[in-house]
């Protein structure tokens, strides 16, 4: 930053200079948004109301038809992995661990999992501030379901919950923006935390085991992601003048609202936190249930890395993301019994807890007037 600064400037430059990079901003959002409506690509804004309040049932019912199977899918494949445990015979001893757990550790994972929740809702209401405090904690419960049952995760609980915004009145360039803020600072805080396991593992202060490539990569990894990430808003301010796409012009947008708020200090922003945190808690305190613990640098470095492999497409992440965090845990030092069997425990919390939370919400949200619910 001070290296693109002139020493001269002074703070009331500086201001007016970041004033004026905010509007190069919007000016650049606003030039795309006329090239798509010349382009013939968004809606008509004088599009008859009829056709759309006609359309809008049928969405409605296509979107449950398509949660409930999604459910289903899921089900089976918990099902399926169970019965993996149970019929073959390397698997038996995950099973055997798993029947000997403590239950009061596995009661509080769940505990922690509830409290990942509700973090969700906290850091969701920052953003979307605009939406009373009803619908919005239904849309968050709604959005984390989603990201429980869609196989990429966050990413396409964002895209439910952007749908119903959309039916909720707020405009697209608003959900777009707010978004994609959200997405970028609970990232953020992702990567904050796979760069601290890294450090963490780095000096061996919390046990865990001291290689290079184990404490290195992911620092690397976390460095160059956020020197990217910041990048791009930069590059579309320089260039004001050139076309660029719509849609990475408000990704821009939503890093800046994600810097935004971390710049801006609400209480709210714990909610990130306690998002990730008790999640990781609840992952280490499903380990504890073994009998067994795990350092610390491990259990960070293992969970952040591991639930990559939640993006494949595999509805629910059964099978995949067991492997991903079962893998990377004992990568990481952890005794493959007890890590196979702490990640089939944490991942059917985790997929429930989300899931049953998200579908109340959801049917309070059904039950709502499909328009109106955010204020202007």
Known sequence: MS???????????????????????RDARARCDARVRTDGLSPAAGAAPTS????????????????????LGAVILATATVTLLLAVP??????????????????????????SCVGYVVIF????????????????????????????????ALAIGGWLLRQAGMSTRQ???????LFFLTSATNVAVLVGGGAMLATGALGGTDTVPLAGIPILIGVVSTAMTLTLPALIRRTPGRRWPTWLVDLAAGIEGAVDALLHPNWRLLGAGAYLGCDIAALGVAFAATGHSIPVDALVLGYIIGYLANMLPVPGGFGV???GLAGTLILY?????????????????????PSLGGLIGYGRLRRRPSQGLARP
Request: proline share 7%; glycine share 6%.
């Open 321 to 323: 993301l067991e492997a």
């Open 52 to 71: 759309d309040t006609a359309a809008r049932p049928q969405t409605r019912s296509a979107a449950v038809g398509s949660i409930r199977r999604r459910l």
């Open 3 to 25: 290296a693109t600064t002139d020493p001269s400037q002074t703070p009331e430059s500086s201001s007016a200079a970041a004033r004026r990079s905010r509007t190069d901003c």
């Open 125 to 156: 209401r920052l953003f979307f501030d605009q939406v009373p405090s009803g619908p919005a904690r239904e849309l968050a419960w709604t959005e984390e379901a989603s990201g429980a049952l869609l196989p990429t995760g966050g990413v396409g």
């Open 90 to 115: 390397p698997l038996r001893g995950v099973a055997r661990q798993i029947d000997a757990m403590n239950p009061v550790w596995v009661l509080a994972a769940a505990a922690l999992e509830l409290g």
């Open 333 to 353: 030092g952890a005794p493959a019994t007890q890590a196979a069997a702490a990640v089939v425990v944490y991942h059917a919390i985790a997929f429930w807890v």
């Open 175 to 181: 959900i777009v923006e707010r978004s994609s803020a």
